[in-house]
T-cell receptor, first 113, second 116 residues
Framework: DVKVTQSSRYLVKRTGEKVFLECVQDMDHENMFWYRQDPGLGLRLIYFSYDVKMKEKGDIPEGYSVSREKKERFSLILESASTNQTSMYLC????????????FGNGTRLTVT | AQTVTQSQPEMSVQEAETVTLSCTYDTSESDYYLFWYKQPPSRQMILVIRQEAYKQQNATENRFSVNFQKAAKSFSLKISDSQLGDAAMYFCAYEDSGGGADGLTFGKGTHLIIQP
């Protein structure tokens, strides 16, 4: 089974802090994604990557950046955390083929105070 | 941009009964893929079922089946013989055929409650 591991289940940070959310997958998947999940809004794509060192903006990239230095690892960075970034963050990966399903991590619930 | 609409924020069903979750989508593409994902409380999101738009036959996975109406842009999920373990958030998702790297577009989700 594909395993997607997010380094933290819960995280509390202060406004203005730089925050790193880490995600590792163990199935050699080409594609990796960061979604944000908020009640009533569903999942919204922040950034995705289809190869090492490649990244593309999703629907809501403002205030975020990403890093993919190795194929298995995809990091989400909040340069200066703000309270409106309090949310559940989901990492996912998939093969680089059509119709390949997303495999999700358990999520990181981030609270910014 | 594609949009996915789930018009039922919450649904409730008695255990062993059948429930249908609605999903509509908007796209100008003719070839695409549709998915239903399940997110149990405090647990990982997993794929329930998927459908290729070019296939006329509705997908089925055990107790889960879809009613895919391409002309109506509708993709509902039917859960037969509901079980307590089916309680979860269900998300409908769309992917166009332009490539798998762009990510899925998700609906806002339907919270399914199973009444014992």
């Amino acid at each position: 089974d594909v395993k997607v591991t997010q380094s933290s289940r819960y995280l509390v940070k202060r406004t203005g802090e730089k925050v790193f959310l880490e995600c590792v997958q163990d199935m050699d998947h080409e594609n990796m994604f960061w979604y944000r999940q908020d009640p009533g809004l569903g999942l919204r794509l922040i950034y995705f990557s289809y190869d090492v060192k490649m990244k593309e903006k999703g629907d809501i990239p403002e205030g975020y950046s990403v890093s993919r230095e190795k194929k298995e690892r995809f990091s989400l960075i909040l340069e200066s955390a703000s309270t409106n970034q309090t949310s559940m963050y989901l990492c996912a990966s998939s093969l680089g083929t059509l119709n390949s399903p997303l495999h999700f991590g358990n999520g990181t619930r981030l609270t910014v105070t | 941009a594609q949009t996915v609409t789930q018009s039922q924020p919450e649904m409730s069903v008695q255990e062993a009964e059948t429930v249908t979750l609605s999903c509509t989508y908007d796209t100008s593409e003719s070839d695409y893929y549709l998915f239903w994902y399940k997110q149990p409380p405090s647990r990982q999101m997993i794929l329930v079922i998927r459908q290729e738009a070019y296939k006329q036959q509705n997908a089925t996975e055990n107790r889960f089946s879809v009613n895919f109406q391409k002309a109506a842009k509708s993709f509902s999920l039917k859960i037969s013989d509901s079980q307590l373990g089916d309680a979860a958030m269900y998300f409908c998702a769309y992917e166009d055929s332009g490539g798998g790297a762009d990510g899925l577009t998700f609906g806002k989700g339907t919270h399914l409650i199973i009444q014992p």
